[in-house]
């Protein structure tokens, strides 16, 4: 089963995320700040992870998981409220893989990653 963490400032975010995730066959943790992500990360990789670009400490997360043995390996979801290139190509250099426009539901969440969930 592939492990994946959502790093999100917001509760809510984080539960239905998880709820929507761990039915489509994650493994899901949670993080509410960077540093409690990157703490996580540091004992388990996830294989996937979405950052909330709203979060402070965001880009520093993303390099610090890159920066890690294996961080490398991540595919990291940089989850943006809208498609601003500035904030867009600030999380490309701190090493995000792809972009999340939020809000996400079920639909969005099921289309990105309900084909990946199987495969660890």
């Known amino acids: 089963m592939k492990r994946l963490m959502i790093a999100d ?3 809510i975010v984080r539960k239905v995320g998880k709820k929507i995730l761990a039915e489509i066959g994650y493994q899901v943790t ?3 700040s960077g540093r409690e992500a990157l703490t996580r990360c540091e004992r388990e990789l ?3 992870m979405i950052v909330d670009a709203g979060m402070s400490d965001a880009l520093d997360l993303i390099s610090n998981v890159r920066a ?3 961080g490398k390996s991540v595919q990291i979801y940089y989850c943006v409220v809208e498609a601003e290139l500035k904030v867009m ?3 490309k250099r701190a090493g995000a ?3 999340l426009l939020k809000p996400f539901d079920r639909e969005i969440l099921t ?3 309900g084909d990946k969930a199987i495969a660890a």
Request: proline share 10%; net charge negative; no cysteine.
């Open 9 to 11: 400032s917001s509760d």
């Open 30 to 32: 949670e993080a509410g």
């Open 46 to 48: 996830p294989h996937v």
């Open 68 to 70: 890690l043995p294996e």
């Open 89 to 91: 190509m600030a999380g």
């Open 97 to 99: 893989n792809e972009f």
């Open 111 to 113: 289309k990105t990653f």
